[in-house]
């Protein structure tokens, strides 16, 4: 049964309903490369070794970027907060052809060449490591912290879900 009609089986709702109340931040994940900058919101992101710096993040098979992170061996994340909620938009809603995500918002370009929103509270830019896991639906993918910059202070959204066997 598909994770979406699982939630709706009384004997998977309790865990459902449980596994929705994990908080995660909410991110940008974007990779940049000879084709172009790419991206995808993420809320499956997690800090995992500090040295070196480590963060993990897990993505959808169904996900375009997953290809790309892999041939441009790296990704950086943009750490959205409450002045940059804004930003998800465009990941979500209808774009003209020819637009993408990016058009018109404030980027910045890290010294490894990984564009990152200006807006963001923090932004990190990994460089991939080797292997990764794969977990049914989701690969789960390392990256070390080679650069990142709190932009401002304040305090990043939360996500909840009611549903924690689906987005």
């Not at 990941?91 to 490894?112: I, R, V, W, Y």
Request: proline share 5%; with cysteine; charged share 15%.
């Amino acid at each position: 049964m598909p994770p979406e009609d699982q939630s709706q089986d009384p004997q998977f709702s309790a865990v459902a309903q449980a596994l929705g109340r994990i908080p995660s931040g909410l991110f940008i994940v974007t990779t940049t490369g000879n084709s172009g900058t790419t991206g995808f919101v993420a809320s499956l992101v997690q800090q995992v070794g500090f040295d070196p710096p480590t963060i993990a993040i897990a993505v959808s098979r169904e996900r375009g970027p997953f290809q790309a992170i892999h041939e441009n061996g790296r990704f950086s994340l943009s750490l959205l907060d409450k002045s940059s909620s804004g930003l998800m938009g465009r990941f979500f809603g209808n774009l003209k052809e020819g637009e993408t995500p990016f058009d018109g918002q404030q980027m910045h370009t890290t010294s490894a060449g990984s564009s990152v929103f200006s807006d963001a509270l923090a932004w990190y830019d990994c460089k991939l490591q080797e292997g990764e896991y794969n977990n049914g639906d989701h690969h789960v993918l390392f990256g070390v912290v080679e650069e990142a910059s709190l932009s401002h202070e304040g305090e990043p959204l939360i996500h909840l879900r009611k549903n924690g066997l689906g987005y």
